[in-house]
C-alpha cells in the first residue's frame, strides 16, 4: 500500500473536517462554542458520542485484549448500559432542570464555591490525562505503521495532528463537532464491519464458521463467576462500567456538553436511549473483530504481536489485502479525532467557565471573551503535545488498563461530591473539601497496592472507582452539618 495514497487520504479527509467546520462556525460566538445554542439534533449527538465513546482506545485495546480475557470485556459493557440509564433519568433532568453550561456550576450552587472549583479541576485533570492517553495510542500507530518509514520524527507527528485538529475546532465548538463526530463514527463504525468481512474471506469462513473458530478457540468466554476475590469477576466489573459511565460521562463536560446542547430533556434522554443501545452492540463487534484477528494469525502460523494493542495495525496493514490498510487507517484516524476534538473544547469550556469564571465577568466584552477563550484552547493543545511526548517514553501496558486506572483515581472524587449532593441537603465545610478529594484517592492507592496482602488475596479492579467516591462521600459527611448555611 503506497504511503503517498494514505497521505493523501488523511489529508482529504483533514479538509473535509476543515469544510465542515467552516459551514458550522459561520456566525459563531462563545455560546455557540460552549453549548451549540441549545439548538443540536438528537440524533445527530447520539450518533456522534458513539464515536466519542469508542475512541482509539476501544479500536485499538479491546480486539487485542480478545486472546488474554476473551469477551470478558462485555461485563464491562453491560456495566455502562446501566450507567447510561442512570445518567438520562437522574443526572440529565438535574443539569437541564438548572440550565447549566458547565455541570460542575450544580456543584456551586449546592456545596460552595472551593467545591466548584475542585470538581472542575478534577474533571480538567482527568480529562486532560485521559485524552492524551487516547490521542497517543492512535499516533503511536500511526507512527510505527506509516510514518517512521518516512524517517518522520514522532515530536513532528503529534505537532502535525495536533495542530489539525486546533484548527477546526477554534471556532466553533460543541457546534462543529456535533457534525464533525457524525463522520468520524461513520468511518469507524465502516472500518470495523469492513474488516471482519475482510478476514471471513481471507479464510473463505461464513460468518457462522467465523464466529464457530472464534468460539472453537474460547475466545467468546464473558462472564467470571468462579474467583469473587479476582479484579475480572462479573459482578466487579458490571458495578465498575455502571459507575464508570455515571462519572466519565454523567460527570464529565465534554460528554454532557453535547447532550445539554440539544433543545429539551426529552430529546436529550432519547439521544442517551439510543447511544446506549448501539454502543452495546458496537462493542460486541469489536470484541468479535478481536477474536476473529487472533483466529487468522492462527489460521495463517503468524506470530502473535508483542503488545495486544498491535493486532488489529498488524493484520490490517501488513496481511490483508491492500483495501484492508486503508480502511484500517480511516477509522484509526476517525478514532483519533473524536478523542481529541470533543476533549480540546471540553476542557475550554470548563476552564473559561468554571477557573476563569467566564460568565459572571459583565465587564468583558464579547471579543475579550473570544480572545480569551482562543488563548485557552491553544494553551491545552501545547499541553496535549508536551504530554503525548511523555507518554512515548512511560507507557508499556494496555492502553486501556492505563486510562481505566486514571479513571479510578481522578474520577472518584467527582462521584463523591456529585453524589454528596444529590443524596444528602447536607452543608460541608466547604474550604475543607479539597483536602478530603486529594486524600480520598491517596487512601484508594494504598489499598489498591496491598490489598492482596491486606485482604486475603482481594484484586480491586473498576470498583476502585466506586470506593474512592465512597470514602469521598464519607469524608464530606464528616465535614458536614445540617445547618441551614453553608460553612466556609
Known amino acids: 500500500m503506497s504511503t503517498t495514497i494514505i497521505l ?5 479527509y483533514f479538509a473535509l473536517l476543515l469544510a465542515i467546520a467552516y459551514y458550522t462556525s459561520r456566525g459563531a460566538d462563545n455560546e455557540s462554542f460552549f453549548i ?4 443540536s439534533n438528537w440524533l445527530l449527538v447520539a450518533y456522534g458520542m458513539i464515536g466519542t465513546s469508542l475512541s482509539g482506545v476501544t479500536f485499538m485495546s479491546v480486539p487485542g485484549e480478545v486472546h488474554t480475557k476473551g469477551f470478558a470485556y462485555l461485563q464491562v459493557v453491560i456495566g455502562y448500559f446501566i450507567g447510561y440509564m442512570v445518567v438520562a433519568f437522574v443526572l440529565l433532568p438535574l443539569y437541564y432542570r438548572l440550565q447549566l453550561t458547565s455541570i460542575y456550576s450544580y456543584l456551586q450552587t449546592r456545596l460552595g464555591e472551593v467545591s466548584y472549583k475542585t470538581g472542575a479541576s478534577f474533571f480538567i485533570l482527568s480529562r486532560t490525562l485521559g485524552a492524551s492517553i487516547r490521542i497517543y495510542l492512535v499516533l503511536i500507530v500511526l507512527q510505527h505503521f506509516l510514518l517512521d518509514a518516512l524517517h518522520v520524527p514522532f515530536y513532528v507527528t503529534v505537532f502535525v495532528i495536533l495542530l489539525m485538529i486546533l484548527l477546526y475546532t477554534f471556532q466553533g465548538g460543541v457546534k462543529t463537532i456535533v457534525w464533525t463526530d457524525t463522520l468520524q463514527t461513520t468511518g469507524m463504525i465502516l472500518a470495523l464491519i469492513i474488516t471482519i468481512v475482510l478476514i471471513g474471506h481471507e479464510l473463505n469462513f461464513s460468518f457462522g464458521q467465523l464466529w464457530a473458530a472464534i468460539s472453537d478457540n474460547g475466545y467468546t468466554q464473558t462472564f467470571q463467576t468462579s474467583d469473587w476475590k479476582a479484579s475480572n469477576f462479573f459482578l466487579k466489573q458490571i458495578l465498575g462500567g455502571a459507575v464508570v459511565t455515571i462519572t466519565m460521562t454523567g460527570m464529565d463536560q ?9 433543545s429539551t430533556i426529552g430529546k436529550s434522554q432519547k439521544n442517551m436511549f439510543l447511544f446506549s443501545a448501539i454502543l452495546v452492540v458496537v462493542n460486541l463487534l469489536f470484541l468479535i473483530l478481536g477474536g476473529a484477528l487472533f483466529v487468522y494469525l492462527q489460521a495463517k502460523g503468524i506470530e502473535f504481536p508483542a503488545k495486544s494493542d498491535e493486532v488489529f495495525s498488524l493484520v490490517a496493514i501488513n496481511h490483508l489485502p491492500p483495501i484492508a490498510g486503508l ?3 480511516i477509522g484509526l484516524i476517525s478514532a483519533l ?3 481529541a476534538d470533543g476533549a480540546l473544547t471540553a476542557l475550554t469550556s470548563s476552564f473559561c467557565i468554571d477557573i476563569l469564571g467566564m460568565k459572571e465577568k459583565s465587564d468583558w466584552s464579547e471579543s475579550k471573551r473570544a480572545t480569551i477563550r482562543k488563548a485557552v484552547h491553544l494553551s491545552i493543545t501545547v499541553l496535549f503535545f508536551a504530554l503525548i511526548l511523555i507518554y512515548q517514553q512511560v507507557i508499556e501496558s494496555s492502553v486501556i488498563s492505563t486510562i481505566l486506572k486514571v479513571a479510578a483515581y481522578t474520577y472518584g472524587p467527582l462521584l463523591g461530591l456529585f453524589a454528596f449532593g444529590i ?5 460541608v465545610k466547604d474550604i475543607l473539601v479539597p483536602v478530603i478529594c486529594l486524600v480520598s484517592p491517596a487512601v484508594c492507592w494504598l489499598l489498591s497496592l496491598n490489598s492482596e496482602k491486606w485482604f486475603d488475596g ?4 473498576l470498583e476502585l472507582l466506586f470506593i474512592n467516591g465512597l470514602i469521598t462521600f464519607l469524608g464530606l459527611w464528616l465535614i458536614s452539618s445540617n445547618d441551614n448555611q453553608v460553612h466556609s
Open 8 to 12: 493523501a487520504i488523511v489529508a482529504a
Open 36 to 39: 451549540g445554542e441549545k439548538k
Open 254 to 262: 465534554e460528554m454532557m456538553q453535547k447532550n445539554i446542547s440539544v
Open 327 to 329: 480502511i484500517f487507517i
Open 337 to 339: 479525532f473524536p478523542s
Open 423 to 427: 443524596l444528602t441537603q447536607r452543608k
Open 458 to 461: 482481594y484484586q480491586f479492579g
